[in-house]
C-alpha cells in the first residue's frame, strides 16, 4: 500500500511514513535568551527571549516500540540547563516571568499508551542533559528492557569530564554497567526502516535519525536545527555547539538533502509544530498546513 504522510488524531502531533508511526512527545518547554543563538539578535524580529521545547519521539515499527531522546527527567525547576557544559552558564536560560516546566516525559507516554516496560530501544541523538534524563535517574533505568544507544565520541566529550556525582554520568555508567548501553553507527539501521547518521557540531557525537518506506521519508533532525530561524539562516548558531563551523556545514548539509524535496523534518525544539516540510523558499511548512503528496 502507498500511501500519503498524514496527520493521526491521537491527542498528539503524530505522522505516518509509509507503515511506521511517529509519535512527538515534550518533557516540557522552557525560554531562552536570545544571546543564546549567535546570530539571532540582529535579525529585525528577533525576541528578547526564545521558547524552546524539550521533545522527544516515539517510532512504532515492525513490532518495535523506540524512544528517541528522554528529556531532562526529573528535575526541580531552576537547576541549570545543560549543567555539564561551562559555555551554558555563560546564558541564564530560565526568564524570571515564566519558569521552566520539565519533567512530563512520562504523562507523554502514557497518553500514548506506552508503558516504560513496552520500549525497546532509546537512541540519544546526543548526550546533552536535556536529551538523557529519563534513561536511568539516579542510576535506575526507566526503560527496564530497553537497550540504549549513543554516538561514542560524546561520552569522551561529556560524561568523562563530568563528576562522578553528575547525573548523565551516573545514569549512562550504571546502563553501561548493566550491559543496556552500545554505540552507535554511522549508516546502521537501528530498526526497521530507521538508519541512524552521524551528524557532528552541535557535539562530536550527534546523530540525525533518518526514517524512509515505501518512498516516503522523515527525518528527526535532533539539534542540528534548533529553532526555526536557522533553516533561513543556516549561519545562527547557538552556544551549545561544541563546533560551531562544523555545526554550520551539518546545518547546510542537511538543508541541502531535504530542501524542496517533500521530506518531512521533525524537531525536538521547535516550539510550535514538530513535522514540517522546507519548501525551495527555504520557509517552513508545517505537515498539517500542507496537502498530502
Known amino acids: 500500500m502507498n500511501r500519503p504522510y498524514r496527520i493521526l488524531m491521537l491527542g498528539m502531533r503524530s505522522i505516518v511514513v509509509g507503515d511506521i508511526e511517529i509519535h512527538a512527545l515534550t518533557d516540557g518547554r522552557l525560554q531562552l ?7 539571532l539578535q540582529g535579525k529585525r524580529s528577533a525576541p528578547s527571549t526564545v521558547p524552546v521545547v524539550i521533545g522527544a519521539f516515539l517510532i512504532r515499527t515492525g513490532g518495535r516500540t523506540v524512544l528517541v531522546d528522554a528529556g531532562f527527567g526529573p528535575r526541580a525547576s531552576g537547576e541549570p ?3 555539564q557544559h561551562s559555555k551554558e552558564q555563560l546564558h541564564p536560560v530560565v526568564s524570571a516571568a515564566e519558569p521552566e516546566h520539565t519533567g512530563g516525559l512520562p504523562a507523554a507516554l502514557a497518553e500514548a499508551g506506552i508503558a516504560p516496560a513496552n520500549i525497546d530501544t532509546v537512541v540519544l541523538t546526543h548526550l546533552h542533559a536535556d536529551h538523557i534524563g529519563w534513561v536511568a535517574p539516579n542510576g535506575e533505568p526507566y526503560f527496564p528492557n530497553a537497550e540504549v544507544r549513543y554516538g561514542a565520541p560524546d561520552w569522551a566529550a561529556f560524561i568523562e569530564p563530568a ?6 554520568r551516573v545514569a549512562l555508567e550504571a546502563l553501561r554497567a548493566q550491559g543496556k548501553l552500545r554505540p552507535l ?3 546502521e539501521m537501528v530498526a526497521p526502516g530507521v538508519t541512524a547518521r552521524h551528524a557532528p557540531g552541535h557535539t562530536p557525537g550527534h546523530y540525525v535519525l533518518e526514517v524512509a518506506d515505501q518512498d516516503r521519508r522523515a527525518v528527526l533532525i535532533g539539534d542540528v536545527f534548533q529553532i526555526p530561524e536557522q533553516m533561513a539562516d543556516p549561519a545562527i548558531g547557538a552556544a551549545s555547539d561544541a563546533n560551531p563551523g562544523q555545526a554550520e556545514l551539518t546545518r547546510r548539509r542537511w538543508l541541502g538533502e531535504v530542501v524542496g524535496t517533500g521530506t ?3 524537531a525536538a525544539h521547535f516550539p510550535d509544530e514538530p513535522f514540517f516540510r522546507i519548501a525551495a523558499d527555504h520557509s517552513v511548512e508545517p505537515v498539517a498546513a500542507v496537502a498530502a503528496s
Open 33 to 39: 535568551p536570545s544571546s543564546f543563538f549567535p546570530g
Open 81 to 83: 540547563h545543560l549543567p
Open 163 to 168: 563528576g562522578r556525582h553528575d547525573r548523565g
Open 185 to 187: 553507527l554511522d549508516g
Open 264 to 266: 518531512i523534518v521533525a
